[in-house]
């Protein structure tokens, strides 16, 4: 521990992946704090436009992840932030080779540079559920201590899996640094934009045949909530982030308002990546699993020891679907009014009846 | 109890002599009031809300008659649901909803109201909007999902009704001992497995659902070979089950469910009809250690009738490995008659509860291989013997 400071506030944090959507509104968070003294943001890549408004206080910095040693030992940092993960393969940054090389290789320079810096008293990572992998022997829901059976196919879920390998080696080596691993659920909200926010906002949504995965996601504002307390308070652990919970799949498209069309299970990986290099639809086997499987994680240990609770999957799905009402195929509304008129008739009809007979 | 008489007495309402039950069709919902119109009008107990509301329902039966024809159709189609899960699943935000059509006098706030009044005291009007009701839940996506997929609305309206007709018409089952079976807190309910296809756990929980006094879900694990195929997965969860393996056994009874365990899984479904009856090897026992971590009681279960509905005169194994499943089958029925070898005979069933097993004071020895083994056996014995006890209640497999 850094001598002559309380646990708590940091004085000097950097985030990385400033560029990108949750990078910014974390780093943009924290800059808000005012027990933190200073906020860097790290990208190799400027920042979206739309994001440069909300990086006003946020001091940015462009530079690779394998240059961070530098700046961890000169500017005196004490936290790192780190959240610069692709989770889809991007073709404009090299495919599924630019996503591994992000994932893994800028987590393992990151984690090189953290090791030498002397100063560093935490370390936060963003990690996500996908590191559970998937396998038809899984128990139903998750804990912490969950071993993966099976090693998932997905890049994402092997990404993740490595990097967790990394943080574990880690902590290992620099047991003083306070290192925190935070396995995300999939982020919903009114303002998210992800594989499955994209994939919920169609008006005709594939499944897979016969499969009605049980899913949990976690609202983004929640997850700035998370990642804030991380950076303020000491929670060194790894925690499931995740809305308590749980929507069946075919529910979450019926609250949507959404239609579903069962696909057959044979040969859906590949159908998804012959769309995927037409150029639409963006699944991967991250998601196919996802939606055979499904994935729910137990969160008593953040709430425990984070005194928070995020809100529930199906109160962050709401906030998604009032922003998302575009695409709305059947309404509430609707059934609502047929399950009346079929009443209504059924009644006519009986009264008719009566009155001949 | 031992009776025969007795026991017929009590769960049959049915002259006993009728050798087919699929032969009444009035049966069919449940509901034996509508043969009966005579007892109309003294309403039916079971509906009090309705009898409170409109006292003194005089409505002569005949005119009914075409009417009601019609909407039954109609309801048998739609699966209406049991009236007893309705009251139950009205959350408060449905309640609005569900009022209007539930065939009351509409109230001043509801906007258009029903052209036609209804008939008061029908007891089909209520089914149909129930049903309608339901589907609308379902297609809106109202309703609640557990974290083990667990959806009550679900079983309650389609998959227990349907089971009943099974368990009750055709398999004629009396279960005894239901008392044994905790009103709350956590269970360990220990069955032996039969009958080629593992219809018995389906059987058990709808029984002991319908006859528990506190109408209990019993919450199975079922083996993982359940959860790789498609549609049968998802049946599996939305009704309660879940992956065998300690941590959902234990998450399960922690969470003050009662569980459901076949331990000896594929032996048990799969052995031939010459070893029916004859309980196969209990595994690792793990089953014990789950109930010893939680200081669950074990409620050791007998199942008589299961192993007659397919009996199993081969098993073709060299079939079974090329299509990756534990065995196939051959039955006096089975491939020879195609679709039609999957109807199960009817047999009869008898369900036996044994007495608790306490195992609160053993919490230490969980990992104690010993005593983990020797209460395997011990629950093992005790469905051994009350097996036997059952069959020498039942000379005859398909007796009635």
């Known amino acids: 521990m850094t001598p002559g400071d309380t646990s708590g506030a940091p004085g000097v944090v950097v985030v990385t992946g400033v560029g990108r959507w949750l990078g910014a509104h974390v780093a943009a968070r924290l800059a808000a704090d005012e027990r933190i003294e200073r906020v860097i943001g790290v990208d190799p890549a400027p920042p979206n436009p739309e994001l440069a408004d909300l990086l006003s206080d946020v001091e940015l910095i462009r530079l690779d992840l394998d240059s961070l040693g530098g700046l961890l030992l000169d500017l005196d940092v004490d936290t790192v932030v780190h959240l610069a993960l692709v989770t889809a393969p991007d073709p404009q940054q090299g495919g599924r080779a630019g996503m591994k090389e992000q994932n893994v290789i800028g987590t393992m320079q990151l984690l090189a540079a953290a090791q030498r810096a002397p100063r560093l008293r935490k370390l936060v990572v963003r990690s996500s559920t996908a590191a559970y992998g998937v396998s038809f022997r899984d128990p139903a829901v998750f804990t912490e201590e969950t071993e993966p059976r099976e090693v998932p196919r997905g890049g994402f879920g092997r990404d993740i899996l490595d990097i967790e390998g990394y943080v574990r080696g880690f902590r290992r080596r620099r047991p003083d640094v306070t290192a925190t691993v935070l396995r995300f659920a999939p982020f919903i909200g009114y303002a998210a934009d992800t594989t499955l926010t994209r994939y919920f906002s169609q008006p005709v949504v594939p499944t897979v045949f016969g499969r009605d995965p049980r899913l949990q996601f976690v609202h983004f504002d929640d997850a700035l909530e998370v990642l804030h307390r991380s950076v303020a308070e000491d929670h060194p652990g790894t925690y499931n982030v995740a809305g308590p919970g749980v929507l069946s799949l075919s529910q979450a498209i019926r609250r949507a308002g959404r239609v579903a069309v069962p696909v057959l299970e044979p040969g859906l990986a590949g159908v998804a990546a012959i769309a995927r290099s037409l150029g639409f639809g963006g699944y991967g086997l991250d998601q196919v699993d996802l939606f055979v499987h499904g994935r729910v994680v137990d969160t008593s240990r953040l709430e425990r020891e984070y005194g928070f609770t995020p809100r529930s999957t199906a109160a962050a799905f709401d906030d998604f679907i009032r922003a998302h009402h575009g695409g709305v195929v059947v309404t509430r509304d609707q059934l609502a009014a047929a399950e009346q008129l079929v009443l209504e008739s059924i009644r006519q009809v009986r009264s008719t009846v009566r009155e001949r007979s | ?400």
């Open chain 2, 1 to 400: 109890m031992s009776s025969p008489e007795e026991r017929r007495d009590a769960r049959y309402d049915v002259p006993l002599g009728v050798p087919d039950p699929d032969a009444e069709p009035a049966r069919r919902n449940g509901h034996r009031r509508v043969t009966a119109p005579a007892a109309r009008p003294a309403a039916p107990p079971d509906e009090p809300d309705t009898s409170a509301d409109e006292p003194g329902v005089p409505g002569p039966a005949t005119p009914h008659q075409p009417a009601k024809k019609t909407v039954a159709k109609k309801t048998v189609a739609k699966k209406a649901v049991a009236k007893k899960t309705v009251a139950k699943k009205a959350v408060a935000q449905q309640a609005t909803a569900d009022e209007a059509p539930a065939g009351k006098a509409p109230a001043g706030d509801t906007p258009p109201g029903p052209s036609v009044a209804d008939r008061p005291g029908d007891h089909w009007d209520r089914k149909v909007a129930q049903g309608l009701a339901f589907l609308r839940r379902r297609l809106a996506g109202d309703y609640e999902v557990d974290e083990f997929g667990f959806d009550p609305d679900l079983t309650d309206a389609v998959v227990h009704p349907l089971v009943r007709l099974l368990y009750r018409d055709w398999f004629r089952t009396e279960v005894s001992g239901i008392e044994h079976v905790p009103d709350e807190g956590a269970g360990l309910v220990v069955g032996n497995h039969s009958g080629t296809v593992a219809i018995d756990a389906l059987i058990l929980s709808t029984a002991l659902h319908d006859r528990h006094p506190a109408h209990r879900y019993l919450r199975l694990l079922g083996a993982d070979l359940v959860f790789r195929m498609p549609v049968v997965s998802e049946i599996a969860r939305k009704t309660g089950g879940t992956v065998a393996c300690n941590p959902d056994a234990e998450r399960l009874l922690g969470n003050g469910e009662l569980v459901g365990v076949f331990p000896e899984g594929f032996k048990g479904v799969g052995k031939l009809y010459a070893d029916r009856y004859k309980l196969q090897r209990f595994g690792r026992g793990g089953f014990v250690s789950a109930a010893l971590r939680t200081g669950t009681p074990i409620v050791p279960v007998a199942i008589v009738g299961g192993e007659e509905i397919y009996p199993m005169l081969a098993d073709i194994k060299p079939l079974a490995r090329l299509l990756k499943l534990p065995y196939f089958p051959v039955t006096p029925t089975f491939p020879w008659l195609g679709p039609l070898g999957m109807v199960p005979l009817p047999s009869k069933w008898l369900i036996e509860f044994c007495p608790p097993i306490p195992t609160a004071h053993l919490r230490d020895a969980a990992d104690d291989p010993l005593v983990v083994f020797n209460l395997a056996d011990q629950v093992r014995e005790t469905i051994q013997q009350t097996l036997h006890k059952l069959l020498e209640r039942r000379p005859d497999p398909f007796g009635p």
